[in-house]
């Protein structure tokens, strides 16, 4: 419960975390769970609470609220290993005692996460880049604006097909997927040269021959690829085929 203190150095890692499940032939299967990584006090409170997505284009980002344990970023696009990548958290509210206070809720709304603290009220962060997220998927999750926000609906998000997405795309190839740099250079400087070119035959054009290559190179092997290897490929191809006017 949100009242004990559940995230020791000698609690169980299951203790008050998130339970993170697949879905195969609509049946749920448990894959791991989220704790954040640094240990709390006796003297704050701290369990998972509200938290939301965070929508950026192919990863799977939520933010979380861990009342006195502050609010956590973290990565589960690979559901066996799940990885803080932000944090905030400013200490237990008292030095001596435990008293109720810390974040009840982390939302992530048209480009900023807004902490409910109970004990020093409303905060707001925003992301900046770093070795786990590029500025290219901060911008493209700016990008997403709502008039309103619940985070029950889980609303489906369907990205545009444009260049910034497919930069996106490559860079989580290249950094987090071992793509090879002599492909993405030359993907990249493709992109960079269809994007120059009119809207039109022009660029769809010079866009078709890169969409064969990444056709080809997704056919490739996989082995040895780190989680979402295949994923990441087919939203890139997809992506380029759709600038290109292409349906295969």
Same mark, same amino acid.
């Given at each position: ?5 559940? %995230?020791?150095?000698? &609690? ?12 195969? $032939?609509?049946? =749920?299967?448990?894959?791991? @769970?989220?704790? =954040? ?8 409170? %701290? ?8 929508? !950026?284009?192919?990863? &799977?980002?939520?933010?979380? /609220?861990?009342?006195?344990?502050? !609010?956590? !970023?973290?990565?589960?696009? &690979? ?9 905030? $958290? ?16 982390? @939302? ?5 996460? @807004? ?11 925003? =992301? ?10 901060? $911008?493209?999750?700016?990008? !997403? ?7 029950? $609906? ?39 040269? /269809? ?35 295949? &994923? ?10 759709? =600038? ?5």
């Amino acid at each position: 419960m949100g009242g004990r203190y559940r %995230c020791r150095a000698t &609690d169980k890692p299951e203790w008050g975390a998130n339970a993170i499940f697949t879905l195969t $032939d609509r049946k =749920l299967r448990q894959a791991s @769970y989220y704790k =954040l990584p640094a240990p709390q006090t006796e003297q704050e409170h %701290c369990v998972a609470h509200h938290g939301s997505l965070i929508p !950026v284009p192919g990863r &799977d980002i939520k933010v979380q /609220a861990w009342y006195q344990g502050g !609010v956590s !970023v973290f990565d589960f696009t &690979d559901p066996m290993k799940p990885v803080e990548i932000a944090f905030f $958290d400013r200490g237990p509210m008292s030095a001596t005692e435990l008293v109720l206070s810390g974040y009840w809720s982390a @939302y992530w709304y048209n480009g900023h996460i @807004y902490g409910s603290e109970i004990g020093r009220g409303l905060e707001v962060f925003r =992301l900046m880049p770093s070795e786990h997220l590029t500025q290219a998927a901060i $911008d493209a999750a700016n990008r !997403v604006r709502s008039h309103r926000f619940n985070p029950q $609906d889980q609303q489906r998000l369907v990205w545009p097909a444009n260049f910034q997405i497919a930069r996106v795309y490559l860079d989580q190839l290249v950094r987090y997927d071992g793509f090879a740099s002599a492909n993405a250079a030359h993907i990249t400087a493709e992109l960079r040269r /269809a994007e120059r070119l009119p809207a039109g035959a022009r660029r769809s054009a010079a866009l078709g021959p890169l969409a064969t290559l990444l056709q080809s190179v997704s056919r490739g092997a996989v082995a040895g690829k780190p989680h979402g290897y295949p &994923d990441r490929m087919r939203l890139l191809t997809g992506t380029v085929r759709e =600038l290109a006017g292409t349906s295969r």
